[in-house]
């Protein structure tokens, strides 16, 4: 649901459109795949910000933000190969760029930092390019939830198999999360995990139309990647990662737009204390761009959360709740959103 699925803006940008992967697992988009993580029940407010309506992280990862990146880890390099992460250090390192093509299916490599950590990873992410007015970054775009099978799987919430500080689904003290969780129903009927995806996809063509590249990490009605596969892909595809969600707290009324920030509990455990002043720095332009469009926007615009997908990110990285199940989610509404969003990203980055 939200996340679930973190306006100060980040400092420093590292590595715009460039992250490894190994060549074997990039291969051509034959048909469409898809899937993501949503927000659950449970809320630690931030204590320097306004605390927003209470919010249901997701099951998945209950909900389930400097942009610069630490490249100090040794590299590898073999002949006509590109170099390979070394999992036992802090941060991924980083090698020479690697060129995408256009709709190229993107596997998780087995080599990546924290891959081993993901319990269901068959699927795909797909990297769409700009044709035009290019600027060089990749954005992570994650439809929240749209994973069969997902509820039945578990991950560690914390790479160092460290339990939750905050509740939720998954309650406070919990070491293991469920792997992606369902998503809420809206009150017309529609699925989170629908809505998410047909956020993603008017998202990804603005984000086109602006210059930018797009890895969308779930591109069809499913995609078998779990919270944390989506989150490792990101991590070594794109510049920054942003999880689409909407609340399943249960509330009679529409309670707005907010970012899930990162809790206190968790920042000085790494990848986290290295990368949390970005999520937060993104998910606090994304609420400002939002803002500038006239959305409605939840108390001061986040709630602190321990998700999955912070926990294990070394992007800026960022769940983005959009509303709730009493939510307009027509493509009217969706479209002045995506318009919000992507001045965000663009504030953010600077172009």
């Known amino acids: 649901m939200v996340l679930a699925f973190a306006g100060v803006l980040a400092v420093g940008l590292s590595s715009c459109g460039k992250k490894e992967v190994s060549s074997n697992h990039v291969q051509s988009v034959t048909s469409e795949t898809g899937a993501e993580t ?35 880890d040794t590299q590898t390099q073999e002949p006509e190969q590109e170099a390979t992460q070394d999992n036992s250090s802090q941060e991924p390192a980083q090698s020479a760029p690697v060129s995408y093509a256009d709709r ?14 993901s319990a269901i990873h068959s699927g795909a992410a797909v990297m769409y390019k700009a044709s035009g007015n290019r600027k060089g970054i990749v954005v992570g775009v994650n439809a929240g939830h749209g994973t069969s099978g997902g509820s039945s799987a578990k991950t560690l919430c914390h790479p160092d198999g460290s339990a939750k500080t905050t509740g939720g689904s998954t309650a406070a003290g919990a070491t293991k999360a469920t792997a992606v969780s369902g998503g809420m129903t809206f009150n017309d009927g529609a699925t989170e995990s629908s809505v998410t995806l047909r956020m993603a996809e008017i998202l990804r063509d603005k984000l086109l139309a602006a210059g930018y590249d797009v890895l969308m990490v779930r591109d069809g009605s499913d995609v078998q990647l779990d919270n944390v596969a989506r989150t490792v892909i990101c991590n070594n595809v794109a510049d920054c990662h942003i999880s689409l969600h909407w609340d399943g707290d249960g509330l009679s009324y529409d309670k707005g737009c907010f970012y899930i920030s990162v809790p206190d509990g968790i920042k000085g455990m790494e990848p986290v204390a290295s990368h949390w002043k970005q999520h937060n720095a993104l998910g606090a332009s994304l609420v400002d761009g939002l803002r500038g469009q006239g959305c409605k926007i939840n ?22 709740e959009l509303g709730n199940a009493c939510s307009d989610h027509s493509d009217g509404t969706l479209n002045n959103q995506a318009e919000g969003l992507l001045q965000g990203i663009k504030n953010y980055f600077g172009k």
Request: hydrophobic fraction near 25%; aromatic fraction near 6%.
């Open 38 to 72: 949503s927000i659950s029940e449970g809320e630690t407010p931030d204590l320097s910000e306004e605390q927003p309506e209470q919010v249901e992280l997701p099951e998945s990862e209950e909900v389930q933000g400097d942009i610069s990146q630490n490249t100090e």
């Open 104 to 117: 190229q299916e993107i596997y998780l490599d087995g080599s990546w930092q924290y891959a081993d950590h």
């Open 299 to 320: 108390g001061g615009g986040s709630m602190s959360i321990d998700l999955t997908q912070t926990s294990y990110s070394t992007i800026p990285s960022v769940d983005i």
